[in-house]
């Protein structure tokens, strides 16, 4: 399957609620949830029962797409939390969470996951002090990511620069807003991860 380059608010739209995929923009009156909140299409949708099966699809689907996954990363990413010990559902959350790009993004060097991901693969990020252009790279407890420093002299830098007062960091990452370095002081845990998906719906479509 290919990666969806078309308009993500479409996204949004079929699962019928904000994902966050086009950062401050779904946040304002331009969201496409916010002017039009109806899935795409001519048609108006038909009033349907969904069946658990297509319940268990949507929430994977609402999962993989706000991380901007293929299917076979997301599946790979569950085979990995089914041979963790603990629950399966909090494991692959974790998982995903701990993704180079998604901390990136949860550091608010970029406005979404896709900017994120943008930004690791053109080489601006390091991690213990080596680049790397690997966005799916599993951090880990300890972890130091900072930018190149070549990439400090670019605009976007400094406008990150300007903008890193107002975001708000997890708990379970240190960030120094001066020198836009941070380090991974945990595994996050459920409560810190705010996205509205209901993991054991997850766990119950891959166990079929």
């Avoid at 996205?195 to 719906?201: F, G, P, S, V």
Wanted: hydrophobic letters at 35%.
């Amino acid at each position: 399957m290919a990666r969806y380059i078309g308009p993500v608010c479409r996204i949004c739209r079929r699962q019928g609620e904000k994902l966050m995929l086009k950062g401050a923009r779904c946040t304002s009156r331009k969201c496409a949830m916010e002017r039009r909140n109806l899935p795409p299409g001519q048609q108006r949708p038909r009033r349907r029962k969904i069946s658990d099966r297509g319940l268990q699809l949507r929430e994977k689907q609402k999962a993989r797409q706000s991380y901007g996954l293929l299917e076979r990363q997301f599946h790979r990413h569950f085979a990995e939390a089914e041979k963790r010990p603990g629950i399966t559902g909090e494991n692959l959350l974790q998982i995903l969470e701990m993704r180079l790009d998604n901390v990136v993004y949860r550091l608010g060097f970029a406005d979404s996951r896709r900017q994120a991901r943008q930004i690791v693969r053109h080489g601006h990020i390091t991690l213990n002090g080596r680049k790397t252009d690997i966005p799916s790279c599993a951090v880990k407890a300890g972890d130091v990511i900072a930018w190149v420093e070549k990439s400090t002299t670019a605009e976007y830098y400094k406008r990150v620069a300007q903008q890193i007062p107002d975001k708000i960091v997890p708990n379970w990452l240190s960030l120094d807003r001066e020198k836009l370095s941070a380090q991974i002081l945990a595994p996050p845990s459920r409560s810190d991860i705010d996205l509205r998906i209901d993991e054991k719906l997850i766990v119950e479509y891959y166990s079929r």
